[in-house]
């Protein structure tokens, strides 16, 4: 766990803004991911990349985006258009893909709160 | 797609009785079981994981076991303790990796 970090750990939005979270891996895994997480749910998968500069939408990427320019760094932006971005957002990274039967490591998460 | 149900949604048990949270799962494809335990405001931690070839696994207090016939898998937690309390998830590993909406345990002193 202690190999994938995230920050910062608390954000604050102001409506209109971009901002963009930071995740980063020292365990040299190939796939990483983002997920939102609301009170009372379960994860939900927001984009994922298998590989440096490549990445797939998730089943919510509307309103976010994200880049893999490096194999140890991921980070999301939470642009705009994202209409109610109030969530705690987790980050993770697994050995590889193409299918999803390789362990999921998460990192710490950032909170993030629109005023 | 995967289509995962995880019952219950919150379980409260006495220190010392036992926990069960049961997961379904729709595609038969799916060949890797994980459960994630998630205390408030911190990151979910992997505490056990079964994979399609065995039917049970066991680690000191946590077993999981899985039914690939009705497609379902489950977790027990034996002698629960106080620090048991979390939030427990489930997830379903195959062409993708899809999670419950979790249990939320609470262990009574």
């Known amino acids: 766990d202690g190999g994938i970090t995230q920050s910062p750990k608390y954000l604050f939005r102001k409506e209109g803004q971009n901002v963009t979270l930071s995740c980063e891996q020292n365990?040299?895994?190939?796939?990483m991911y983002w997920y939102r997480q609301d009170p009372g749910q379960g994860l939900r998968l927001i984009y994922y990349s298998q590989i440096v500069n490549d990445f797939q939408k998730g089943d919510i990427a509307e309103g976010y985006s994200v880049s893999r320019e490096k194999k140890e760094s991921f980070p999301l932006t939470v642009t705009s258009a994202q209409k109610n971005p109030t969530a705690f957002y987790l980050c993770a990274s697994s050995i590889a893909l193409p299918t999803s039967t390789d362990t999921q490591y998460f990192g710490p998460g950032t909170r993030l709160t629109v005023l | 797609g995967e289509n995962v149900e995880q019952h219950p949604s919150t379980l409260s048990v006495q220190e010392g009785d036992s926990a069960v949270i049961k997961c379904t799962y729709s595609d038969s494809a799916s060949n890797y079981f994980p459960w994630y335990k998630q205390e408030l405001g911190k990151r979910p931690q992997l505490i056990i994981d079964i994979r399609s070839n065995v039917g049970e696994k066991k680690d000191q207090r946590i077993a999981v076991t899985l039914n690939k016939t009705a497609k379902h898998f489950s977790l027990h937690i034996t002698e629960t303790q106080p620090e048991d309390s979390a939030v427990y998830f489930c997830a379903v590993g195959g062409n993708d990796m899809r999670f419950g909406a979790g249990t939320r345990l609470t262990v009574k002193p």
């Open positions: 365990l040299n895994h190939d796939a």
